[in-house]
C-alpha cells in the first residue's frame, strides 16, 4: 500500500526567509508526484506535478519552486517566503501504490508565514 | 478544461439522518471520478471511486455514488450520518491517459453533525 510522508507537520516562518518541505513516497517506483496548497477556507491548488527525477511542471507563477531529486523524493522550496504563501501544503501521488489512476494524499504541512 | 462544481458549500444534518452531497462535473470523455474527505489539519482521503462499469460504487464507512452520466452528476450519499462524518468534502475528476495525469477538484463541501 501507498505511504506517503511529509516533513515537517508544521512550520512557523518570518517573511523573507527561506522554505524547503520535503515529501518522501513508499510503494512502487516512477510515480507521478503532485504539490497542492489550501489556503484558509479555500479548496486545493495544484502547485507542480512531477513525472519523474528531475522532471517538474509548474501550474501556477508563483513564489514557490519544486524539485525532485530522487524518484520518491519531492521537495518544495522558496528563496524568499511571502505572506501569502501560508497555507496548508498537501503532497500527492499516483500509481505509488497500485495500478491505477487513484491520487493519494500526505499528511500535510502546515506554513504559517509571519 | 475539465471543472468540477460542489454546489453546496456547507451543510448541517442532525446525526442519524440521510445526506447527499452534490456534484457535478465538465469533461468531454468518460471521467475517473473521486470523492475525498478532509478532518480539520489532516491529508485528504480516498471515500470511493469510479473508473467504469457499476454506476453505483460502494466506499468506505458506510458511503457511496452514483455516476449519472445523463446529468454529469457524481453526488455521494450516506443513509444515516454518524457525528464522526463531519469534515470537508471534496470531489475530483481526472483526465484518463497519459503520464501528465491530473485531478480537478471542487471546492468542498464543510459537512456539520448536529446531535
Known amino acids: 500500500s501507498q505511504t506517503i510522508h511529509q516533513w515537517p507537520a508544521t512550520l512557523v516562518q518570518p517573511v523573507g526567509s527561506p522554505l524547503s518541505l520535503e515529501c518522501t513516497v513508499e510503494?512502487?517506483?516512477?510515480?507521478?508526484l503532485y504539490w497542492y496548497r489550501q489556503a484558509a477556507g479555500r479548496g486545493l491548488q495544484l502547485l507542480f506535478y512531477s513525472v519523474g527525477i528531475g522532471q517538474i511542471s509548474s501550474e501556477v507563477p508563483q513564489n514557490l519552486s519544486a524539485s525532485r531529486p530522487q524518484d520518491r523524493q519531492f521537495i518544495l522550496s522558496s528563496k524568499k517566503l511571502l505572506l501569502s504563501d501560508s497555507g496548508f501544503y498537501l503532497c500527492a501521488c499516483n500509481w505509488c501504490g497500485g495500478s491505477d489512476e487513484t491520487q493519494y494524499f500526505g499528511p500535510g504541512t502546515r506554513l504559517l508565514v509571519l | 478544461a475539465q471543472s468540477v462544481t460542489q454546489p453546496d458549500i456547507h451543510i448541517t444534518v442532525s446525526e442519524g439522518a440521510s445526506l447527499e452531497l452534490r456534484c457535478n462535473y465538465s469533461?468531454?470523455?468518460?471521467?475517473?471520478l473521486f470523492w475525498y474527505v478532509q478532518s480539520p489539519g489532516q491529508g485528504l482521503q480516498l471515500l470511493l471511486k469510479y473508473f467504469s462499469g457499476d454506476t453505483l460504487v460502494q466506499g468506505i464507512k458506510g458511503f457511496e455514488a452514483e455516476f449519472k452520466r445523463s446529468q454529469s452528476s457524481f453526488n455521494l450519499r450516506k443513509p444515516s450520518v454518524h457525528w464522526s462524518d463531519a469534515a470537508e468534502y471534496f470531489c475530483?475528476?481526472?483526465?484518463?491517459?497519459?503520464?501528465?495525469?491530473?485531478?480537478?477538484f471542487g471546492k468542498g463541501t464543510l459537512l456539520t453533525v448536529n446531535p
Open positions: 469533461y468531454g470523455a468518460t471521467p475517473y
Open positions: 475530483a475528476v481526472g483526465e484518463s491517459g497519459g503520464s501528465n495525469y491530473k485531478l480537478t
Open positions: 510503494g512502487t517506483s516512477n510515480p507521478n
